[in-house]
């Protein structure tokens, strides 16, 4: 996450309180998704850089991985979302063959962890 890092310390002011912090990221969030919606109604996402996206996903899912382990059960992206079946499976599948997981030991997890 190296090339994520470099581009947020020299932009971005870090504040003591975390809440202060917290705010900054949802003004950022609102700005970014924008640019990044601005790109695919360009159809230039082949302009992004690879490793920014790896970046960016690489800490929404961690941070969603602790909002689990918290105990919030929310679904990852809102259920009005323009996502479509395949493109959520396109992710899905990516992730699991990242960690070499198999489509049962997801189904196992699932009922195991009651995330169903």
């Known amino acids: ?20 912090n917290i705010e900054e990221i ?7 998704t924008g640019l990044i ?5 360009l159809y230039q996402s082949d302009r992004l850089e690879y490793e920014v ?3 960016l996903l690489e800490v929404i899912i ?3 991985g602790q909002k689990f ?4 059960r929310l679904p ?15 992710a899905a599948s990516s992730l699991l063959k990242m960690r070499n ?10 009922s195991w962890s009651g995330s169903r």
Not at 26 to 32: A, I, N
Not at 69 to 72: V, Y
């Open 1 to 20: 996450m190296s090339q994520l890092n470099n581009s947020i310390e020299q932009n971005i002011e870090f504040h003591p309180s975390s809440l202060e």
């Open 26 to 32: 949802k003004k950022l969030s609102t700005k970014l």
């Open 37 to 41: 919606q601005q790109t695919l109604n």
């Open 53 to 55: 996206l790896q970046d």
């Open 62 to 64: 961690q941070v969603y």
């Open 69 to 72: 382990d918290d105990g919030q």
């Open 76 to 90: 990852i992206i809102g259920l009005d979302s323009e996502i479509t079946a395949t493109t959520a499976l396109v």
């Open 101 to 110: 997981l198999e489509i049962f030991e997801l189904g196992m997890w699932q």
